[in-house]
């Protein structure tokens, strides 16, 4: 048997690469391996009275953030609802520097790119194969006809595990062969349509068109210029359009809004008798009751059963309570207020510019792809998943730490 395989580096690559098989597994699975890569990092570090990583400014930052939701949780209206999330947060800030020191320190890192771009193709795959057959290559079925769920079964969400990891993937591809011919570049496009054109067959219209404006913008920033680069971007405009035309079970998932608002024009209307106006309208309502620090983590679904926030304007009104409100920004504001929410927004957005800065200079592809899932997280409007729960932190605070291990501190 060949020991070397158990060092440190080892041991948190073969963690890491589990990240997106958890996931696919169950959220369970990879709240499981972040818990134990934390434990891991931490005592090795400790071990080996290696803990430079926490004068890492950003390291402060994070810190700064947890303490936010610590205080949050003494503000909530259930504090045994919001006791995990709060103090549990520390686990996400030494995930994300685990991660950020294998990339720094570990030579072979590159078989994490290789390995994310297999499950990546993997998945992609599995997606085109269901939505033919009606199953994925396992036999799992959709609980929903019009959307493909593949290997996460009856959980809708598939698109946006492949946008958590395609753009780091074609960023890898592209920094990968940046000097090489333009075939290289050509199939790497081809590649990048094909994902794309994936997450719009899984029928999850909000991750279908981050999707489609985070690869256009990916491409339109890297300098990767040849002749063909204006088709092939032209082409990412046109795939949606020809998605929608040639594809009944597409097409309907969004005509049950398009045609409306063209017909009627009145989108108050519209969205006063959508679920999202309900869900909208109740989270605005809890930030106006509790404007200063929210009404507490994982508290919105509680609170939203209060009969003050029945507003029969709203056609779906009883049908308001959710786990979150399905928007990203009615989801801090509602839960965090006015204080938690500045903190919070301001450790990503200021991350986010500083990793911008450095990508400018250092111009790569990798931390470009990163940068793209993150920024593209915090897209106004449109409906999105909870911010908090373990499915979308752990795909989230993965490309937040890849996104700053490219920054000189």
Same mark, same amino acid.
């Not at 890569?37 to 803990?51: A, D, P, Q, R, V």
């Not at 995930?95 to 990546?120: D, P, Q, R, T």
């Not at 990891?165 to 199939?187: A, D």
């Given at each position: 048997?060949?020991?070397?395989?158990? /060092?440190?580096?080892?041991?948190?690559?073969?963690? !890491?690469?589990?990240?997106?098989?958890?996931?696919?597994?169950?959220?369970?699975?990879?709240?499981? =391996?972040?818990?134990?890569?934390?434990?891991?990092?931490?005592?090795?570090?400790?071990?080996?009275?290696? $803990?430079?990583?926490?004068?890492?400014?950003?390291?402060? $930052?994070?810190?700064?953030?947890?303490?936010?939701?610590?205080?949050?949780?003494?503000?909530?209206?259930?504090?045994?609802?919001?006791?995990?999330?709060?103090?549990?947060?520390?686990?996400? =800030?030494?995930?994300?520097?685990?991660?950020?020191?294998?990339?720094?320190?570990?030579? *072979?890192?590159?078989?994490?790119?290789?390995?994310?771009?297999?499950?990546?193709?993997?998945?992609?795959?599995?997606?085109?194969?269901?939505?033919?057959?009606?199953?994925? %290559?396992?036999?799992?079925?959709?609980?929903?006809?019009?959307?493909?769920?593949?290997?996460?079964?009856?959980?809708?969400?598939?698109?946006?595990?492949?946008?958590?990891?395609?753009?780091?993937?074609?960023?890898?591809?592209?920094?990968?062969?940046?000097?090489?011919?333009?075939?290289?570049?050509?199939?790497?496009?081809?590649?990048?349509? !094909? %994902?794309?054109?994936?997450?719009?067959? /899984?029928?999850?219209?909000? *991750?279908?068109?981050?999707?489609?404006?985070?690869?256009?913008?990916?491409?339109?920033?890297?300098?990767?210029?040849?002749?063909?680069?204006?088709?092939?971007?032209?082409?990412?405009?046109?795939?949606?359009?020809?998605?929608?035309?040639?594809?009944?079970?597409?097409?309907?998932?969004?005509?049950?809004?398009?045609?409306?608002?063209?017909?009627?024009?009145?989108?108050?209307?519209?969205?006063?008798?959508?679920?999202?106006?309900?869900?909208?309208?109740?989270?605005?309502?809890?930030?106006?009751?509790?404007?200063?620090?929210?009404?507490?983590?994982?508290?919105?679904?509680?609170?939203? $059963?209060?009969?003050?926030?029945?507003?029969?304007?709203?056609? +779906? !009104?009883?049908? +308001?309570?959710?786990?979150?409100?399905? @928007? %990203?920004?009615?989801?801090?504001?509602?839960?965090?207020?006015?204080?938690?929410? %500045?903190?919070?927004?301001?450790?990503?957005?200021?991350?986010?510019?500083?990793?911008?800065?450095?990508?400018?200079?250092?111009?790569?592809?990798? @931390?470009?792809?990163?940068?793209?899932?993150? /920024?593209?997280?915090? !897209?106004?409007?449109?409906?999105?998943?909870?911010?908090?729960?373990?499915?979308?932190?752990?795909?989230?605070?993965?490309?937040?730490?890849?996104?700053?291990?490219?920054?000189?501190?």
């Amino acid at each position: 048997m060949n020991y070397n395989f158990f /060092t440190a580096h080892n041991i948190l690559l073969s963690l !890491i690469i589990l990240l997106p098989i958890g996931l696919l597994i169950s959220t369970g699975a990879a709240g499981l =391996i972040v818990f134990l890569l934390s434990i891991f990092f931490l005592i090795y570090s400790l071990s080996k009275n290696n $803990l430079y990583w926490m004068k890492d400014k950003y390291f402060y $930052l994070l810190i700064f953030l947890w303490l936010s939701l610590i205080i949050n949780y003494f503000f909530s209206k259930n504090q045994e609802l919001a006791l995990f999330r709060s103090f549990g947060f520390i686990k996400y =800030i030494i995930y994300i520097f685990a991660i950020k020191y294998f990339l720094n320190k570990n030579k *072979n890192s590159e078989i994490l790119f290789i390995f994310l771009s297999f499950i990546v193709l993997l998945v992609t795959f599995d997606i085109y194969f269901e939505y033919i057959f009606r199953k994925n %290559i396992l036999g799992f079925q959709s609980s929903d006809s019009s959307r493909v769920a593949s290997f996460l079964g009856k959980e809708l969400k598939i698109a946006h595990f492949l946008l958590g990891f395609c753009l780091i993937s074609i960023g890898y591809y592209f920094e990968k062969f940046k000097n090489k011919s333009y075939g290289f570049k050509i199939i790497g496009y081809v590649f990048a349509l !094909i %994902i794309l054109a994936s997450i719009f067959l /899984t029928g999850e219209r909000a *991750n279908s068109i981050k999707a489609f404006i985070s690869i256009f913008i990916f491409f339109l920033i890297a300098k990767n210029n040849f002749k063909f680069k204006s088709f092939l971007l032209s082409i990412i405009i046109l795939l949606p359009i020809i998605i929608y035309f040639t594809s009944e079970r597409i097409k309907g998932r969004y005509d049950m809004y398009l045609p409306q608002k063209i017909e009627n024009k009145n989108l108050i209307k519209i969205f006063k008798e959508s679920l999202h106006g309900a869900h909208y309208y109740t989270a605005l309502e809890i930030f106006k009751e509790y404007p200063l620090f929210g009404v507490g983590n994982k508290n919105f679904r509680e609170e939203c $059963l209060d009969e003050k926030y029945n507003n029969n304007s709203y056609v +779906r !009104i009883s049908e +308001r309570c959710s786990t979150h409100p399905h @928007q %990203i920004y009615l989801e801090i504001m509602s839960e965090h207020g006015m204080i938690g929410s %500045i903190i919070i927004l301001f450790v990503i957005f200021y991350s986010i510019f500083k990793s911008f800065e450095n990508f400018n200079k250092k111009q790569n592809l990798i @931390q470009l792809g990163a940068i793209m899932f993150v /920024t593209l997280t915090f !897209i106004p409007l449109i409906p999105s998943g909870s911010f908090f729960t373990t499915f979308d932190a752990v795909i989230f605070w993965f490309n937040f730490a890849i996104m700053i291990s490219y920054n000189k501190v």
